[in-house]
């Protein structure tokens, strides 16, 4: 019933910045949250960010707090991820769920390498 695609993943140094896309379609009136996950190989998926419908509010990990920035454009009910400073720890597939009554959906991951 909703549909989530990622994109803007990529190569980028250590300093760099990469923005994230997560465009969402279907039964949009739904959602409650939208969060941003990542997994590094042989790792948990972890969760990143998230933005709450309502009133956008914001939650990020200790991880990337200072660094990354989570936002939405209601226009194009799409929810962007703004990562600066980028390090190479932040290397993982970056993954965006929304968060509806009894459900949650799952895009399909963009992959996001640093390098040192």
């Known amino acids: 019933q909703v549909q989530l695609v990622e994109s803007g993943g990529g190569l980028v140094q250590a300093g760099g910045s990469l923005r994230l896309s997560c465009a969402a379609s279907?039964?949009?009136?739904?959602?409650?949250?939208i969060n941003w996950f990542r997994q590094a190989p042989g790792k948990e998926r972890d969760i990143v960010a998230s933005?709450?419908?309502?009133?956008?509010?914001?939650y990020y990990a200790d991880s990337v707090k200072g660094r990354f920035t989570i936002s939405r454009d209601n226009a194009k009910n799409t929810v962007y991820l703004q990562m600066n400073s980028l390090k190479p720890e932040d290397t993982a597939v970056y993954y965006c769920?929304?968060?509806?009554?009894?459900?949650?959906?799952w895009g399909q991951g963009t992959q996001v390498t640093v390098s040192s």
């Open positions: 279907g039964r949009t009136f739904s959602i409650n949250a």
């Open positions: 769920r929304a968060r509806v009554p009894g459900s949650d959906y």
């Open positions: 933005i709450v419908w309502s009133d956008s509010s914001a």
